[in-house]
């Protein structure tokens, strides 16, 4: 047995050390490719078809998720010997939106974690940060008004898109519920696990549910009360020290949130993107019907529709639209054109790799 187990291990040993020279050599390629473009070091098009293709040659076991994790860090590293990216997102330390930025770049960055969505929107428009993440919708709870909002005043562009399954869980110093006095977390988690937390903390008041600024923010509020418990991340639980009373406590076990990252940047077509717009419509009889008939005409699929109230005056609406392809691409072009000439207003936010 010690000498079966003592031949695995040379194997694994022997092939460590192929592994390095490996990503050696393509740390060395990387970096030979940053001296010879412009611009900046992530390219989001091309990260999208490494990790599709990687996804593709995957003959496991390993799950294609864990595939698409080791190859996001590979890069995260050899990126980093281009150009060191800070990436700005809805802190403190422990919420969602940190997890959605670690997905999509990797751990070899400067995070920048920021008190509000607003903020993260300053950071990257002042240029302390290259990138930020903002949640925009949730799968239960729908869009993220604030997000919307500020993408349709802001000049930055959006550059991806990651689609993180939510898992909630309740974290206290115990596992005793008959001893918790008060909860806090964000508004959007406490919507999502509404259910459960009648069912299962029904002393409660409603009063009790205490609104945070994030879920981060509600863990370091618990941590600081014996008799409070919070409904966060797993991650936030470990920054703070709290213990697990109970896991995926979401009402909806396919509770998902869509975060969208914002920058300077324009992607280039990855071979399997969306695009993101905002328009209004004249006010006048079949106004939404015109909006919606160049889509139709040139086959492109809309994935979303979202109305928000403009600002601009009483019963005024945009309409935050996601359609299958990119701008760059003739039928999604053709149909932008049209939508121009029937639109009172449009702003295209961006094209990028669909998650």
């Not at 020279?21 to 001296?35: P, Y």
């Not at 939508?339 to 998650?355: H, I, Q, R, T």
Request: overall charge negative; charged content about 25%; proline content about 5%.
């Amino acid at each position: 047995m010690t000498a079966q187990l003592k031949q695995l291990r040379d194997k694994i040993d022997a092939i460590d050390s192929e592994l390095l020279k490996l990503v050696s050599a393509r740390a060395d390629l990387a970096r030979e490719i940053g001296e010879i473009k412009n611009g900046t070091a992530y390219r989001p098009e091309r990260e999208a078809q490494v990790l599709a293709r990687m996804r593709e040659l995957n003959p496991g076991p390993l799950e294609n998720e864990q595939v698409a994790r080791l190859f996001t860090e590979i890069m995260s590293l050899c990126r980093s010997m281009e150009e060191p990216l800070t990436v700005a997102y809805l802190g403190p330390r422990g919420t969602f939106s940190e997890e959605a930025a670690l997905k999509r770049f990797g751990s070899v960055v400067t995070s920048l974690p920021c008190n509000s969505i607003d903020d993260v929107f300053s950071k990257v428009e002042a240029g302390k940060a290259n990138y930020g993440v903002v949640p925009v919708e949730n799968s239960t709870e729908g869009a993220v008004g604030r997000s919307l909002d500020l993408l349709l005043q802001t000049r930055l562009k959006v550059c991806g898109e990651v689609a993180l399954a939510i898992h909630q869980l309740l974290l206290a110093h115990h596992t005793d519920l008959a001893r918790i006095r008060r909860i806090y977390s964000h508004p959007q988690s406490f919507a999502q696990c509404h259910e459960w937390l009648n069912v299962h903390l029904p002393h409660l008041p409603a009063s009790a549910r205490i609104n945070a600024a994030s879920n981060a923010d509600a863990a370091r509020l618990a941590a600081e009360d014996e008799s409070a418990a919070a409904v966060a991340g797993k991650k936030a639980g470990e920054v703070y020290g709290l213990t697990v009373c109970a896991e995926n406590i979401e009402d909806d076990p396919s509770n998902t949130t869509r975060f969208l990252v914002i920058g300077e940047q324009e992607v280039a077509p990855s071979g399997r993107d969306k695009t993101s717009l905002v328009t209004s419509v004249r006010n006048r009889p079949g106004a939404i019907h015109e909006l919606l008939a160049p889509f139709a005409h040139h086959g492109v699929s809309m994935t979303r529709l979202e109305s928000r109230p403009s600002r601009a005056g009483l019963w005024e609406y945009v309409f935050f639209v996601d359609v299958e392809g990119h701008q760059q691409e003739p039928k999604v072009s053709q149909a932008l054109r049209e939508l121009v000439e029937k639109a009172a207003f449009l702003k295209v936010l961006g094209s990028y790799p669909a998650a």
